[in-house]
């Protein structure tokens, strides 16, 4: 598995479709400062799933969207995608080729697809979790975040690891069902109350 291609259309500094193709094994991105390297990086994140504004290095997830130049208007939308070779099939998914794209309006949430097909946030970490570029994308060293990794809680440093053996995914999951539970045992009591008001 390896990241073929990664496109970039209204996303931070791109405002028009820009298209970088990888081929395996190491890509450097060089330019002055300034130029959008790391915003690359952020579209990275970003199309496969990232949540946190801070983490994109923004104050707002809408500050993704292209906000305009000197010479530029503003856009309305920012759109990402993502395509992997998938042929050795490390993705658990039956295509050879995958592509994962991300689209967000000013006015609204992000919209995913899954070669093509409209997919939840959800079925994008799932699809991802087990790959080693997962949800927290630890996988993604940005400037400075070494340091926060040295320096991390216990608990930090457990959800890394977590994060790399692919546990997290199903704790995420027990965590939802636990949710659910304690939910339906409120129902429950409810329920309960009621009928004891009736007898
Ligand atoms: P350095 O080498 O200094 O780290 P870099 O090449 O990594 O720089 P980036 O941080 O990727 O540069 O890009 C910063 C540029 O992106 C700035 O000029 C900033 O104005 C621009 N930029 C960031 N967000 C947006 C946005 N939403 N709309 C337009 N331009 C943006």
Known sequence: MYLKS???RGFKS??????LNFEPGITC?????????SNVVDA?????????AKSLRGGKMEDVIFAGTAGRAPLGRAEVVLTIDNTDGALPIEYAEVTISRTMFRNGGSEYAINGSSARLLDVQDLLSDSG???EMHVIVGQGQLDSILQ????GR???IEEAAGVLKH??????????????EGNLNRLSDLITEIR
């Open 6 to 8: 990664l496109t970039l």
């Open 14 to 19: 791109f405002a028009s479709a820009t298209t």
């Open 29 to 37: 991105v060089v330019g002055p400062n300034g130029s959008g390297k």
């Open 44 to 52: 990275l994140s970003w199309v496969m799933g990232e949540q946190g």
């Open 133 to 135: 570029i997962g949800r």
């Open 152 to 155: 991390a809680t216990p608990e």
């Open 158 to 160: 457990r959800g890394f």
């Open 171 to 184: 704790r995420k999951r027990k965590e939802k069902a636990l949710r659910k539970l304690e939910a339906t």
